[in-house]
């Protein structure tokens, strides 16, 4: 079935996660995505080749984990742009390709003879998408990022945390997933852009500024109020940074790391709260101590001691009973789900296909991130792995450029693939 | 005349979407907010313009509602109902986050409003996508956050700390990350086809598949990550890399150096603060410098020399940023090529000279309160088709007779 995306073909040299997880949503919907890899170093640029997890015990530039999961559905070729030859194969691709994306440092593309005045000469009306962190203009253009180092600079690990506490920062490259959803929309848009005024452009994505932006309404707290959010009080990212509520936190729940998150947006849902607490508790009334809390300004004006007492209280109760209680009740709730419990008991996920198996030609069937999205004319698709090194240069080069197979024999013999 | 100009999309406004109206709004689509008449709730959040409470006043509502008219209106009468046929008619895109059965019952849903707009792009964005009852449960984005995941994988080395959710919304943001890629997918294919179609987004499923190896060290070898301090959870505990400097300040110390030139830099500048006699290692860095063929990463725990190597990078890392402030450290490391980053508060971040030579921060003139205010800009920079706020946030139902009158 053609997809959304079928028309469109991306000449690709996108890797790790921020560069790759774009291009995986546009393989998603149908899109001919084409990854070209340096044979010489293996395409171990993209050091998630070779690195765990791993299926089994087999090692090496096709087995990595985290490589599958971003690059399902794209084909993969290799190719040494040290040669002439190797040159003039990616002119012939990008001639026939919609667009041209890359994560690599800036400059890096430019200095192989491809930067975007050269792309504009192989096909006036490319697309061209570079993502690096700091982008291509201003005064750190030079330097290197990945997902932590975005986070950081961007306001984002600062602003995750508990008081007395340093930084807790995300614990993953929340900025490498969301850096390529936005690369992904400027691919997007910049299509659009084409198919209203047939014009390409160059698009100079910085994943600092995507991250940066996400920081909104305390940039004008800032801007506005001159309000820092640098205070010697330190943050509580498990309170609510905006709308008034309390309690608002991770508590903890009867097990070893069990947490269970809770939110009050009102004195109703408190007070609801403390009828699910009289009827777990079974020994005593509603606790003289809720009482005090009956109002939302005092709860706030209150909150180290109220989280503690219901700590108190929810240390001995079971995660997912509570979690059914205060479901039943209608107060914000949510247990703090490990990754087996998400994955293989929660049956949301499940039911959503969110975990597709697909077919990796050596790594066999493995399971990967779906797509949170139901479309009802053009539904995403993902059925093949992540490219071994080079699995489809012959395909490519004999299918799109109409190469014989003795000049990919002479090509692979020279080096050139 | 940016990329979506001429495009319409109808809001129903609730906080969880907001994001994704703001997204489309900044690249010229014309999007009608529709509130009820006492005003979508997120108006009253702080914090307020001058600290003081007031209509207009919310930082909060003025930051996720930029680019956009008002409009009021209420499904649950009958002229409000007429209206809004009539405004779908007009537009290309439905963005909603209602209750699960609330449009069907009132028949304004996909199937109905294709009678007045066959190509509509019907994007639903709820906790748990159209079909789960669940998603008609109150949440807020920290129990969103909880139960897809990233929580789990945030805070710290003692896990007798709860466990952490970063601030900013980010459960909402990703949803609506989702939902706009969603929108330009279905975009690019009515460009192509004609055709509209209906697209259910859940919000818990699109923070599920964004916690990274979170998800697949279990989907891959059924092992399960645990939460560090400031560095990513992993299956297996890892070495530090968020350090205090000398001026208080934290950094993150990134990846270690892993090729020859960049041990090679690290050494100089290592000899040049003068700390390489007082670190036994030394011999490690200048083994790294000199390294032949690859260095394996993945050969770490086995292989000898390749782990003396590494760690020694990575304590040569601590020993300097222990030694100076963290922007020195920041500036210093970068200039050897090495990935490392100072951990900013958003403002210091905003402040910086290198936001501002992108042109990040940019003006938005508020009539209404009689000053410019500076906003947080473009996530990306489209040289043809240009980011940018076309208007501030708009008062409840200012363009409700601008609009209407129009139909």
């Known amino acids: 079935m053609a997809g959304a995306l079928s028309h469109i073909r991306i000449c690709d040299f996108t890797g790790q996660l921020a560069g790759a997880g774009a291009t995986k949503w546009l393989a998603a919907f149908g899109a001919e995505v084409i990854r070209i890899e340096d044979p010489v170093k293996e395409g171990r640029w993209d050091i998630l080749r070779a690195t765990p997890p791993f299926v089994d015990d087999r090692r090496g530039v096709d087995f990595g984990g985290g490589f599958n999961?971003?690059?399902?559905?794209?084909?993969?070729?290799?190719?040494?742009?040290?040669?002439?030859?190797?040159?003039?194969?990616?002119?012939?691709?990008?001639?026939?390709?919609?667009?041209?994306?890359?994560?690599?440092?800036?400059?890096?593309?430019?200095?192989?003879?491809?930067?975007?005045?050269?792309?504009?000469?192989?096909?006036?009306?490319?697309?061209?998408?570079?993502?690096?962190g700091f982008g291509h203009n201003g005064p750190y253009s030079s330097f290197k990022t990945w997902g932590p180092i975005v986070q950081a600079i961007s306001g984002l690990t600062f602003s995750s945390g508990l008081p007395g506490q340093p930084p807790a920062g995300w614990g993953y490259s929340y900025m490498d997933h969301t850096g390529g959803y936005y690369m992904a929309m400027a691919i997007m848009l910049a299509l659009l852009e084409r198919d209203n005024s047939g014009r390409g452009q160059w698009v100079d994505l910085a994943c600092t500024d995507a991250g940066l932006s996400l920081n909104g309404p305390a940039l004008l707290d800032w801007t506005v109020n001159q309000r820092p959010m640098r205070q010697s009080e330190g943050i509580d990212s498990n309170r609510s940074q905006f709308a008034p509520m309390a309690p608002h936190g991770i508590y903890p729940c009867s097990g070893e790391d069990e947490w269970i998150a809770i939110a009050c947006r009102d004195d109703q849902e408190w007070l609801k709260l403390t009828e699910v607490m009289e009827n777990n508790q079974q020994t005593s009334p509603r606790t003289s101590w809720c009482r005090d809390y009956d109002e939302m300004k005092y709860r706030l004006d209150h909150q180290d001691e109220l989280d503690k007492k219901l700590a108190g209280w929810t240390r001995q109760q079971e995660k997912f009973s509570l979690q059914e209680d205060l479901r039943q009740a209608r107060i914000p709730v949510g247990a703090v789900q490990k990754p087996q419990e998400r994955i293989d008991q929660d049956p949301t996920t499940a039911k959503a296909g969110l975990w597709p198996t697909i077919t990796h030609s050596k790594m066999g069937q493995v399971r990967v991130d779906g797509m949170p999205v139901q479309f009802s004319r053009?539904?995403?698709?993902?059925?093949?792995?992540?490219?071994?090194?080079?699995?489809?240069?012959?395909?490519?080069?004999t299918e799109l450029l109409h190469k014989s197979p003795d000049e990919v024999a002479q090509l692979k013999e020279e080096g050139v693939i | 005349m940016s990329v979506l100009h001429g495009v319409r999309v109808i809001e129903l406004a609730s906080e969880r979407i907001a994001f994704a109206g703001k997204l489309l709004g900044d690249m010229g689509a014309d999007v009608i907010l529709l509130e009820p008449v006492q005003g979508e709730p997120?108006?009253?959040?702080?914090?307020?313009?001058?600290?003081?409470?007031?209509?207009?006043?919310?930082?909060?509502?003025?930051?996720?509602?930029?680019?956009?008219?008002?409009?009021?209106?209420?499904?649950?009468?009958?002229?409000?109902?007429?209206?809004?046929?009539?405004?779908?008619?007009?537009?290309?895109?439905?963005?909603e986050s209602e209750p699960i059965d609330r449009l069907s019952a009132l028949n304004l849903d996909y199937d109905d409003l294709i009678k007045f707009q066959p190509s509509l792009i019907h994007v639903a964005v709820t906790p748990y996508g159209r079909s789960e009852v669940l998603s008609d449960l109150p949440v807020t984005d920290l129990t969103l956050m909880a139960s897809a995941g990233p929580p789990w994988s945030c805070g710290y080395d003692d896990h007798s700390l709860p466990p952490v959710r970063g601030w900013g919304q980010q459960g909402y943001h990703t949803g609506c990350h989702y939902a706009f890629m969603s929108i330009l997918t279905a975009l690019l294919h009515r460009n192509g086809s004609g055709q509209g179609q209906f697209i259910d987004i859940s919000m818990t499923a699109a923070l599920n598949v964004t916690t990274e190896a979170g998800t697949y060290a279990w989907l891959v070898s059924g092992a399960t990550v645990q939460r560090q301090t400031g560095r990513h959870a992993a299956v297996k505990p890892t070495g530090e890399s968020q350090i205090r400097c000398a001026d208080g300040r934290y950094v993150n110390t990134g990846v270690p150096p892993r090729f020859p030139e960049e041990f090679e830099k690290l050494l100089a500048w290592f000899k040049q603060i003068g700390l390489a006699d007082d670190f036994p290692e030394t011999v490690f860095l200048e083994m790294g410098a000199t390294w032949e063929g690859p260095f394996d990463l993945s050969k770490i725990g086995e292989d000898e020399a390749i782990t003396a190597i590494f760690s020694a990078g990575r304590q040569a890392l601590i020993m300097i940023a222990q030694a100076i402030s963290a922007y020195d450290f920041f500036i210093g490391c970068q200039n050897a090529g090495l990935s490392v980053g100072i951990i900013y508060s958003p403002e210091e971040a905003f402040e910086d000279e290198h936001f501002k030579a992108r042109g990040f921060p940019v003006e938005v003139v508020h009539d209404d309160l009689e000053r410019t205010v500076t906003y947080p800009g473009a996530p990306y920079q489209l040289p043809a088709s240009p980011w940018s706020i076309s208007r501030r946030a708009p008062h409840l139902g200012e363009h409700t007779h601008e609009v209407l009158a129009q139909l």
């Open chain 1, 69 to 132: 999961n971003h690059n399902t559905d794209k084909k993969g070729i290799t190719l040494n742009l040290r040669t002439d030859k190797g040159k003039q194969i990616l002119t012939e691709i990008i001639k026939k390709s919609d667009a041209v994306t890359e994560n690599f440092a800036a400059g890096v593309l430019e200095k192989w003879g491809f930067g975007y005045a050269d792309l504009k000469r192989i096909k006036a009306d490319i697309v061209y998408v570079s993502n690096c």
């Open chain 1, 378 to 397: 053009t539904p995403w698709q993902m059925n093949h792995g992540g490219p071994c090194l080079g699995e489809h240069t012959e395909q490519v080069l």
């Open chain 2, 42 to 95: 997120s108006r009253s959040y702080p914090p307020f313009v001058d600290d003081q409470p007031g209509d207009n006043r919310s930082l909060y509502f003025l930051h996720y509602n930029t680019s956009k008219r008002s409009v009021i209106l209420d499904l649950d009468t009958k002229p409000g109902r007429a209206a809004f046929k009539k405004l779908i008619a007009t537009s290309d895109i439905l963005l």
